[in-house]
């Protein structure tokens, strides 16, 4: 098992920063990909940005550019740092995790992680 909490969302206006922290605990050295996923009402989870067991960085396009994925040193902690914020970046946030190791990129797809945080609310003002 592996446990997953966020925190760090809040309000921001439009060109701020956030920084979003994901606190690992259980299995985590089973996990071969640590993932920020997104979602809004009524819309599917989006995967922002991943890594994997090797330090290998994926981005959505719409991200690229203004979010840095990184973990701690202990990879015990899963960091989002946002910066030039924009209002189309509100949503909740996940941090997710995968343990089955199945293909050799993390997966992008929701249903290919097992563990999952609760979420933090990130809200943009224009």
């Known amino acids: 098992q592996v446990q997953l909490v966020e925190s760090g969302g809040g309000s921001v206006q439009a060109g701020g920063s956030l920084r979003l922290s994901c606190a690992a605990s259980?299995?985590?050295?089973?996990?071969?990909?640590w993932a920020w996923f997104r979602q809004t009402p009524g819309k599917a989870r989006e995967r922002v940005a991943d890594?994997?067991?090797?330090?290998?960085?994926t981005y959505a396009d719409s991200v690229k550019g203004r979010f840095t994925i990184s973990q701690g040193n202990a990879k015990d902690t899963l960091f989002l740092q946002m910066n030039t914020l924009k209002p189309e970046d509100t949503a909740m946030y996940y941090c997710?995790?995968?343990?089955?190791?199945?293909?050799?990129?993390?997966?992008?797809?929701?249903?290919?992680?097992?563990?999952w945080g609760q979420g933090t609310q990130v809200t943009v003002s224009s």
């Open positions: 890594i994997d067991s090797y330090g290998t960085l």
């Open positions: 997710a995790a995968e343990t089955y190791g199945l293909g050799t990129r993390c997966p992008s797809a929701e249903h290919e992680y097992n563990y």
């Open positions: 259980g299995y985590t050295h089973r996990v071969y990909c």
